[in-house]
């Protein structure tokens, strides 16, 4: 099954969709029209949903196709086209020189800050071999008995709360969203 | 790959914080939003090949709680289009003295 090409097979991969994840998600901040930006959003997805399945998480890389592209975008385009936002220079979008400069900056300094921490916090200890931290997540439960097991006993109340709130969601979102009939 | 998708996952929030502070339509501000929530989630899928699946136990918590806010949001926004005919920001000053 692992022959020689494998890690460089991998490596390949795994840095063609890390790019093609971080290139269109500048495309995506720098368009102008909402359902470009959001179809390159979907692209960012599908890379991000490739480099999970890589990562040995092949349940949340299924659940990122579904939920974030298959779902959520489709409601980010719908109200869209509910709202007839699609021609791109009806408003001027990007903020002027002063926001932009602020953004910027505080966009550097947080990319600085993030990779000193990713640099500096990541010691030799995580480095571990790649098959055996493999190994430990395959096991023998399969792909989902791992994600499963604490799902539903340590974290049951939380995954119950889930629930509650997804129902405090949906009636909100009706009630925000109905036509005042007065 | 561990560092390469922890840098991956620094630059895509970046990315969206930028966004989410350069932008004017309310629904790419959003989008950028959903951006900063993917790149915490390939961090916890990263960092959960090390400590085991329940780093993936979380990501499933934050995309139920990015769908939540997904609907609530758009219908807020939806309800404030009623109201100014825009969804930019710019418009959106009620609160400004």
Redesign the interface.
């Known amino acids: 099954m692992q022959n020689e090409f494998y890690p460089l097979f991998?490596?390949f991969n795994?840095?063609l969709f890390?790019l093609i994840?971080?290139v269109s998600?500048?495309v995506?901040?720098t368009?102008k029209s909402?359902v470009a930006?959001?179809l390159w959003?979907v692209l960012?997805?599908f890379a991000?949903a490739a480099?999970?399945v890589?990562?040995?998480?092949q349940?949340?890389g299924v659940?990122?196709v579904l939920?974030?592209a298959g779902?959520?975008m489709v409601?980010?385009l719908f109200?869209?086209m509910?709202?007839n936002?699609g021609q791109p220079s009806e408003?001027?979008?990007?903020?002027g020189r002063l926001?932009?400069i602020?953004?910027?900056l505080?966009?550097l300094a947080?990319?600085a800050e993030?990779?000193a921490?990713?640099r500096t916090a990541?010691d030799v200890r995580?480095?571990?071999p790649?098959a055996a931290?493999?190994d430990?997540?395959r096991g023998t439960a399969g792909i989902i008995g791992?994600?499963a097991?604490?799902?539903f006993t340590?974290?049951l109340l939380?995954f119950e709360l889930?629930s509650v709130?997804?129902l405090?969601?949906?009636i909100?979102?009706?009630?925000?969203?109905k036509?005042r009939s007065a | 790959?561990?560092?390469?998708?922890?840098?991956?996952s620094?630059?895509?929030?970046?990315?969206?914080?930028?966004?989410v502070?350069?932008?004017?339509?309310a629904?790419?501000v959003?989008?950028?939003v959903?951006?900063m929530l993917?790149a915490v989630?390939?961090s916890f899928?990263?960092l959960?090949?090390?400590y085991?699946?329940?780093g993936?136990?979380f990501?499933?918590?934050v995309?139920?709680?990015?769908?939540?806010?997904?609907?609530?949001g758009?219908?807020?926004?939806?309800?404030i289009?009623?109201h100014t005919k825009?969804?930019?920001l710019q418009d959106i000053n009620l609160l400004r003295g």
């Open positions: 991998y490596a795994f840095y890390g994840a971080l998600a500048i995506f901040v368009r909402p930006a959001a959003l960012v997805m991000l480099l999970y890589m990562l040995d998480a349940f949340v659940m990122q939920v974030y779902a959520i409601v980010f109200v869209v509910l709202l936002l408003l001027h979008d990007i903020r926001g932009r602020a953004a910027g505080i966009g947080l990319v993030l990779l921490l990713s990541l995580l480095e571990l790649a931290s493999a430990v997540v791992p994600v097991a604490p799902l340590q974290y939380a889930t709130l997804l405090v969601a949906i909100g979102a009706v009630v925000l969203a036509k | 790959m561990l560092a390469e998708s922890l840098t991956l620094a630059a895509l929030f970046t990315i969206g914080v930028v966004g502070l350069t932008r004017r339509n629904i790419i959003f989008m950028c959903e951006l993917n989630n390939l899928v990263a959960s090949r090390l085991g699946a329940t993936q136990v990501v499933i918590f995309m139920t709680v990015a769908a939540a806010e997904a609907a609530v758009l219908a807020i926004i939806i309800s289009f009623r825009s969804v930019n």
